[in-house]
């Protein structure tokens, strides 16, 4: 399978990266496309195509990802409309807010479309532990979905999904690791406050964060059932939970969720 990502920005180098680290797809099958010189030197260096032309990188691959800003979806692909093959190709956009309806309008020939899908992981799939969420669109066959699937469960956790909860999905993991960093930040300056130095709190904190992610995947526990196991009667735990339930943490959290999914 060739693939191309029109977009090597922060979203669309993280598949590229992800995609180099993986053994999914060839170095040599891979192709991105950037107008900064920067991007694609870099790119070039890790071993895969790299070019300012996003006609060239569209042209000869199987699947071709257009990771831009929303407000630039339209132009790139009426861009690489003329070059798309309708027969051969599967069509990624990764945009957060751009509807199939829009894409449709934009690239349908003589009534036809290429197999379309919306997908949006997170900036994790650098590190091959994307929470990735998939959208059968327009034109999909069977086949495509699980070509698709395969590629983006090569490069973490994927769900199949409808549009309508793509927002909601985008807001709890793609907008939610950078939620997810900022516990990790509070956590660490209050380590600094109870005397650790500030590069050990971070470790200190992750590290944390990480067992509890392996333990629940390992056990299936329900949280609060995990909370259980170490909130002894009168301890420090469930005077710390109460603390910040007290300041609004479990409120707070899903206030953030729901205004990320207007």
Not at 19 to 46: H, W
Not at 93 to 117: C, N, Q, T, Y
Not at 123 to 129: E, N, V
Request: hydrophobic content about 45%; glycine content about 8%; some cysteine.
């Amino acid at each position: 399978m060739k693939i191309s990502i029109i977009g090597a920005g922060a979203m669309g180098g993280a598949i590229a990266e992800g995609l180099i680290k993986g053994d999914y797809i060839q170095n040599e099958d891979i192709c991105v496309s950037d107008p900064v010189r920067q991007t694609r030197d870099k790119f070039a260096d890790m071993g895969i195509t790299a070019t300012p032309s996003n006609q060239l990188a569209a042209q000869g691959a199987d699947v071709v990802c257009v990771v831009v800003k929303p407000w630039l979806v339209e132009q790139v692909l009426k861009s690489i409309k003329d070059v798309l093959d309708y027969e051969k190709q599967i069509l990624v956009v990764v945009a957060a807010g751009v509807k199939s309806e829009s894409i449709k309008e934009w690239l349908s020939k003589d009534s036809k479309m290429i197999p379309l899908f919306l997908v949006i992981p997170n900036i994790a799939i650098a590190q091959l532990q994307s929470m990735t969420f998939i959208v059968p669109s327009v034109a999909v066959t069977q086949q495509h979905t699980e070509q698709v699937q395969a590629l983006f469960d090569s490069m973490g956790k994927t769900i199949i999904t409808d549009e309508q909860h793509l927002a909601a999905g985008t807001t709890l993991a793609s907008c939610g690791i950078a939620y997810a960093m900022r516990y990790v930040r509070a956590a660490a300056e209050g380590g600094v406050e109870l005397g650790f130095k500030a590069d050990d709190a971070k470790q200190i904190v992750m590290q944390t964060m990480k067992g509890a992610v392996e333990l629940l995947q390992a056990t299936g526990l329900h949280p609060e059932a995990a909370i259980d196991l170490v909130t002894t009667p009168g301890g420090v735990t469930i005077k710390g939970l109460n603390e910040m339930e007290h300041a609004g943490f479990t409120s707070s959290v899903i206030r953030g969720l729901k205004a990320g999914a207007k």
